[in-house]
């Protein structure tokens, strides 16, 4: 039987300060935190870099899409919300209530499912294009959170 061959004294020791080296380095990364990440993180290749999409749509109209004949009550109140109605007009915000037999609801039915909250941009043809929906809120504060995510408003 065949000794396995070791390596000399001399061959592994030639091998610790290559060892030491990457532990310094992988101390000099963890103890930059920080301030070291930023740098590497311009090293890497695109795709790993994550996306963060912060599209608004300040400009958007909000239409209602629903059949009125089954309107959900809480929605019925939040409609009939003064003070909500008044802080949408005071920030601007253009909104409709659209039944989803009305013929010039066609097209958003074709494009979303009633009942449902669209947020809607007038494109340069006259056409609208949807760029966000949401369900039909349940109250004035639902509609609000839905507007600041979609419309920044």
């Known amino acids: 039987m065949t000794p396995i061959a ?15 080296a990457c532990i310094g380095a992988v101390l000099i990364v963890i103890g930059s935190g ?11 290749p695109d795709s790993l870099t ?15 899409l629903e059949e009125s004949a089954d309107r959900d ?18 920030r601007d915000i253009k909104w409709r ?9 066609a097209e958003l039915v074709k494009l979303a499912t009633s009942p449902a909250m669209l947020f809607v941009v007038k494109q340069a043809t006259g056409e609208f294009k949807i760029v966000g929906t949401k369900p039909i809120p349940k109250s004035s ?10 419309m920044g408003k």
Do not use: C, H
Not at 51 to 63: G, L, R
């Open 141 to 150: 504060k639902e509609a609000n959170e839905a507007i600041a995510e979609v």
């Open 6 to 20: 070791t390596p000399s004294k001399s061959k592994r020791s030639a091998l610790v300060p290559i060892f030491i």
């Open 50 to 64: 994550p996306i963060i999409v912060t599209t608004k749509y300040p400009e958007a109209q909000v239409v209602w």
């Open 34 to 44: 920080s301030q070291l990440l930023p740098t590497l993180r311009g090293w890497l």
């Open 97 to 105: 209530i659209i039944d989803d037999d009305q013929p010039e609801a």
């Open 73 to 90: 009550p809480d929605f019925a109140v939040t409609m009939t919300n003064q003070k909500f109605l008044d802080s949408l007009a005071a």
